[in-house]
């Protein structure tokens, strides 16, 4: 399929947003875990015991909880929103070609990349 | 151990996973896992969750350059996601379900697999035209890209038996935290006929819209913990891009070979130690 101006145009913006979305998630990473090794640096770590659900980083609603917390525990807070920003950045693309396909007039691929857009949107409905 | 080691031996690791996943195409996600768990003794799903980050994090960071030079194929990408998605949301509830011993030996399994892999050529010298089904042309899978010797056109066959096989690499994805490039690679470049350089490009892309599939019910269950992700992460993405730098001044199938050695080793660990339940 020969590259139209606009498809290439799309191209480019999907790199930069996502090469924007691992930076702007490391540097929110970055920030979150110096601060908490300036801090808590020489606490003992264990990640041998399985704590599941119990981990206070698990959903936006419990790490927003932990913001508000202190301690180690908003530290990491702010890491897991770093975290949690990388893993959008592949959601951002697939709904940004959608776009790119509706530029193009594609039906089919913008039935095929929205049912994968929905699958994705659905994972994080299930338990 | 202290956090300021902990995440440095980690972070060191990652880096060490990053280049051997850009020097063998493996991906560092896969060498990640056993490293926490074995050297540093992790639980099992605390280790897949962190690869499976930075299996996203080197997906996204490697995909925009191939997106860029137009060798990712986005259309035969989606369309295959519709599958792969699928099997990672399966994969991610069944590791729930799956005891860690029987996912370590699983692992072990796959990591074989991949060693293997990576001593094999890197593409038939002459490649097998496939012939393009009806499905595929109604679905406009071919494509064209641009090599040093011109552009190519190439078409698509057999498309749905790689959808089959890409449902199952969802299913390893989000079972075991890792990308399934390497499975992936081969549906499109074996069974499909896609040119290698176009399969490797749109795996790369394809392997985090997967990861995210599985990302949010790892989250959920609490696989992802913020202090082992953040260091992978960074290793990860730090050692990919030394490694493409490197790249072009290494003895690449020395290092291939020895690494498949050293890969191996660690894989029949896996399999020893889920086998013993010491995992």
């Known amino acids: 399929m020969k590259e139209t101006p606009s498809e290439k145009r799309l191209q480019s913006v999907v790199s930069v947003t996502l090469r924007s979305g691992v930076l702007f998630a490391s540097v929110i990473g970055i920030v979150g875990g110096l601060l908490f090794l300036a801090t808590y640096g020489s606490e003992t770590v264990n990640f041998s015991s399985f704590d599941g659900t119990a981990s206070p980083y698990v959903s936006l609603s419990s790490i927003s909880r932990a913001l508000g917390a202190g301690g180690q525990v908003e530290y990491l807070a702010v890491v897991q929103i770093g975290v949690i920003v990388l893993l959008l950045t592949p959601i951002v693309r697939v709904a940004l070609s959608i776009v790119g396909f509706t530029l193009a007039g594609d039906k089919t691929y913008v039935a095929i990349t929205t049912v994968v857009l929905l699958t994705l949107i659905a994972s994080i409905a299930l338990h | ?279």
């Open chain 2, 1 to 279: 151990m202290n956090a300021h080691e902990f995440t440095l031996i980690v972070f060191l690791i990652s880096i060490g996973a990053g280049l051997l996943g850009a020097l063998t195409g493996l991906g560092g996600g896969i060498v990640v896992t056993p490293a926490l768990t074995l050297l540093l003794g992790v639980d099992m799903r605390y280790a897949i969750g962190a690869s499976l980050v930075s299996v996203v994090a080197t997906s996204s960071g490697a995909a925009a350059a191939y997106v860029r030079d137009g060798l990712s194929n986005i259309r035969i990408g989606m369309f295959l996601e519709l599958a792969t998605t699928v099997g990672a949301i399966t994969g991610a509830l069944l590791a729930s379900k799956t005891p860690t011993d029987a996912l370590a030996i699983i692992f072990g399994i796959v990591l074989l697999h991949s060693a293997w892999q990576v001593t094999q050529a890197k593409a038939s010298a002459v490649r097998k035209e496939e012939a393009p089904d009806r499905f595929s042309e109604a679905l406009q899978l071919g494509g064209t890209y641009h090599s040093p010797e011109g552009p190519i056109d190439y078409e698509v066959g057999r498309a749905k038996s790689g959808f089959g096989l890409m449902y199952v690499a969802g299913v390893l994805s989000g079972l075991l935290g890792i990308g399934s490039g390497a499975l992936k690679v081969i549906a499109m470049d074996r069974i499909m006929g896609i040119p290698f350089k176009v399969s490797t490009a749109t795996s790369s892309f394809m392997i985090g819209v997967t990861g995210v599939a599985s990302a949010a019910i790892y989250l959920k269950r609490g696989y992802i913990q913020p202090l082992i992700a953040l260091p992978v992460m960074l290793g990860v993405l730090g050692g990919a891009m030394l490694g493409a730098k490197l790249l072009p001044h290494l003895p690449v199938k020395t290092l291939r070979r020895v690494f498949a050695v050293a890969v191996a080793i660690v894989a029949v660990q896996m399999i020893v130690h889920g086998i013993r339940r010491h995992i």
